[in-house]
Every structure is written in C-alpha cells, then in structure tokens.
C-alpha cells in the first residue's frame, strides 16, 4: 500500500498545512493499528512505551 498527499507549498498557509499534516497522522494512526492486527509486530508508540 502506498499513501500519498500532495499541498501546494506556494500557497499553502498555516491552516492547510496544519490541516495536511493532521489528516497524515489520522491515517497512519489508524494504519499501524491494521498492520499490526494483520501481520504482527509492534507500533512505533509501542517500543516507546516499553
């Protein structure tokens, strides 16, 4: 699987960046979840918390 996100840095203001970075974090957030429910292994948060 391949995530892309694309934003126009010439005219991207703060919101919308704001707003690009947030929406990848949701989706990897909830990606980690599944890969590690299907494959095994542990989430970044996981090895920190260890």
């Known amino acids: 699987m391949i995530f892309e ?3 126009v840095g010439s005219t991207c203001d703060k ?3 704001e ?3 947030n929406a990848v974090l949701e989706i ?4 980690d979840d599944k890969i590690v429910e ?3 292994g ?3 948060l996981d090895r920190i918390s260890s």
């Open 28 to 31: 990897a957030d909830d990606y």
């Open 5 to 7: 996100h694309t934003i």
């Open 19 to 21: 707003a690009s970075v």
């Open 38 to 40: 299907r494959w095994g």
């Open 42 to 44: 542990r989430r970044a």
């Open 15 to 17: 919101l919308e960046l």
